[in-house]
């Protein structure tokens, strides 16, 4: 059976930065996130008894390497979970931009997960599904929910603690999020690796994870109030402190761009102007801007004048997988 799955990215609002087991995927913190509606991944998969190995098509294209083994290391999970041995087609339509710090990974292997799975015949629960994504990439396991998202780092050794759970469902709260695009090339450094460089090396590790509790008791709170200027405020702030642990990290990192400066300084410009906006940035240069939605104008209107800003796209909160039933991809 052919199934197809659809899951957006998200962003994450406390960043998860930092892996306890690098195999299993076990974060050392928290983390939560908000998903995107404005950017995502449809996903069809196919188990073939004729195959004699997984093939996976991204964007029309065939892909080989780091990208087809980590698909093939991730549906190893799924055909190990359901006892099946059979390869299996992928095709894969992302609608962001690939490896450019659009968390493409999270939208991918969510879509992923929810195919595989289903088209092997297993039947998960969200948890489980969410379980089983975050093997895939860490920040995907939140992207099995819409609305807003909390992954528990948990404590067990083999992972079975560690899972995202919803926090508020979209219809909760219409913020929304501009993602302003320098640049769409795939960046020097990936998460795994620039988080793992960063554990290994950076002296401002330690106080990154133990600054994480407070921010996300601030921000849950802030988010069931909706209370804009508090889970902005925190948002930004976390963000800062994630991308200063690079900065420590040997050999020192940085994902920003002059531009990304140049429109961080803008965001703080709206706010002196009394327009509530905020920033957070993932791993890469671009930025994404945190508002209401009766300041959408405004904000488009200033974020795309910056020199160097070649996009700016708008998002509302996006919900969590659904399935495709005329197993199209779009
Ligand atoms: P990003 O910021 O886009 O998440 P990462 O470097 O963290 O950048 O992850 C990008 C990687 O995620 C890709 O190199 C590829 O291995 C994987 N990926 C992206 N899109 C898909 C997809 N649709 N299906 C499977 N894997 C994907
Ligand atoms: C900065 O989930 O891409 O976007 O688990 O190694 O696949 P792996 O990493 P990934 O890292 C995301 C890091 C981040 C912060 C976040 O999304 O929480």
């Not at 991918?108 to 998960?124: E, H, Q, R, T």
């Not at 405020?233 to 976390?238: C, R, T, Y």
């Not at 040997?250 to 803008?266: E, G, I, K, R, S």
């Amino acid at each position: 059976m052919k199934v197809t799955a659809k899951a957006h990215t998200n962003i994450a609002l406390i960043k998860y930065w930092g892996k306890r087991d690098e195999g299993l995927i076990l974060p050392t913190n928290n983390s939560l996130s908000v998903t995107l509606d404005g950017f995502f991944t449809t996903t069809s998969v196919e188990f073939k008894p004729d195959l004699t190995k997984d093939s996976f098509l991204l964007n029309d294209e065939e892909v080989e390497g780091e990208q087809s083994i980590r698909v093939t290391n991730f549906l190893n999970l799924v055909r190990e979970l359901a006892q099946e041995e059979v390869y299996a087609e992928v095709k894969s339509i992302n609608a962001v931009p690939t490896a450019a710090g659009f968390a493409s990974s999270a939208s991918g292997f969510a879509a992923l997960a929810a195919a595989s799975s289903k088209a092997i015949g297993l039947n998960l629960t969200d948890t489980e599904l969410s379980r089983l994504t975050r093997q895939g990439s860490g920040s995907a396991c939140r992207s099995i929910f819409g609305g807003f998202a909390e992954w528990l780092q948990g404590v067990e050794a083999d992972g079975s603690d560690s899972y995202a759970v919803p926090i508020a469902p979209k219809e909760h709260w219409d913020i929304r999020v501009a993602a302003v695009v320098l640049s769409s090339k795939m960046k020097k450094v990936s998460s795994r690796s620039g988080m793992k460089r960063t554990v290994e090396t950076s002296p401002f590790f330690k106080g990154w994870v133990e600054s994480i509790p407070a921010d996300l008791e601030g921000i849950k709170q802030g988010i069931l109030d909706k209370d804009f200027e508090k889970v902005g405020e925190i948002a930004e702030a976390n963000c800062l402190k994630m991308h200063a642990t690079t900065l420590g990290a040997n050999p020192p990192f940085t994902y920003w761009l002059d531009t990304t400066m140049a429109v961080m300084q803008t965001v703080q410009q709206l706010r002196s102007a009394g327009i509530p906006a905020y920033f957070t940035i993932d791993a890469g240069p671009n930025v994404k801007v945190l508002y209401l939605p009766e300041h959408e104008a405004k904000i488009q209107e200033t974020l795309q004048h910056i020199p160097g800003v070649t996009e700016v796209k708008l998002s509302r909160v996006g919900q969590g997988i659904t399935y495709l039933e005329d197993e199209e991809l779009v």
